[in-house]
DNA sequence: TTCAATCCTACCAACGGGGTCGGAGATGAA
DNA sequence: TTCATCTCCGACCCCGTTGGTAGGATTGAA
């Protein structure tokens, strides 16, 4: 399993507020925990990292709730997987613990001039994973998610009822 | 993480066997287990996965040991990879829990016609793993690790002894 | 027959993931 | 002013998986 449930609420939380960002209200968490049928008190901790990376704005007390800090367009999906995750690493020799970042700490590399075997694929496919994730926008997740809220407006009545 | 031990291992493992496979004798789990650092006990039922996936062939008894049953160009480490792992998935509704492959499962597509949200990203991310993974050979590895094994003819004393 | 290897199953400790709880500040509405 | 909602924050807990060990059975060369 690459990435945690963290990753999924995290996202799913995104597409949601995605698709309220027109919207002049913030929106509560208690909704989409509701919408999205995801434990409330768990997402309050999640959307506290997504807060901290800037990606939510936050407004407190009655009828308080988040809303994005940009528009889905410019919001690429590593920014917020990274946020979530902390970091992308194939391998905890990929994970600086002081700080969570994705330096290498190879410890195999030092031997004998030896390149670490491993190193150069892990590293492809750590660049690849985040290839993808560069290039997904959040609006993108948003469109892909449109059930009928934006439907082609013929047959409606093949999704409200078979 | 991406990906747990048992790849790390495996990997290192198979580099260590594309070394040798050119050699008529077959390299014993003790001697890797020795030149890697690794436990001994742990590789055995590591290697089992290679086996039963067709990777390595095995020879029993004293003076024992495994060799790849193709030529290390031969072997793309998605194969490699998915023996170990099971499956490359994203999330756990990727896994399919009868056989371990890795069908999508998503609980969410069939509610009210609407995507699942987070499919499409994670579809995206499994798809760049999978090709980095198909794109790289184990005889490339091997070729990154190369230090004093397949030296420049000369100097070979310093292996055999220093 | 002895030793060195593969094979196989059961067992175990530790860690991290996933989640809950209780409470302490905001803040608008009644 | 009080109250209902919110966001915020830390401590806590359960449990599956990971990483690893132990012990043996089987095979085959010397
Ligand atoms: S030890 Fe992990 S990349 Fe070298
Ligand atoms: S539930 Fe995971 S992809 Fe839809």
Not at 50 to 69: D, F, I, M, P, W
Not at 112 to 140: D, F, I, P, Y
Request: aromatic share 4%; charged share 25%; net charge negative.
């Amino acid at each position: 399993m690459i990435f945690t449930t963290k990753a999924e609420y995290g996202v799913r939380l995104m597409v949601e507020l995605g698709r309220q960002s027109g919207a002049r209200t913030a929106t509560s968490l208690k909704v989409i925990a509701e919408s999205e049928a995801l434990p409330l008190a768990y997402l309050e901790r999640i959307v506290a990292l997504l807060k901290k990376a800037g990606l939510v704005e936050s407004t407190r007390g009655a009828h308080g709730g988040y809303r994005l800090s940009r528009s889905p367009e410019e919001i690429t999906m590593d920014d917020v997987i990274l946020a979530l995750e902390g970091s992308v690493a194939p391998m905890n020799c990929f994970v600086d613990d002081t700080d969570g970042s994705s330096r290498v700490l190879c410890s195999h590399e030092a031997d004998a001039g030896q390149g670490c075997a491993t190193k150069l694929l892990w590293m492809r496919v750590q660049g690849g994973v985040m290839e993808k994730l560069q290039q997904t926008t959040l609006a993108e997740l948003v469109a892909f998610s449109h059930r009928e809220n934006t439907p082609p407006p013929t047959e409606r009545e093949n999704l409200t009822h078979a």
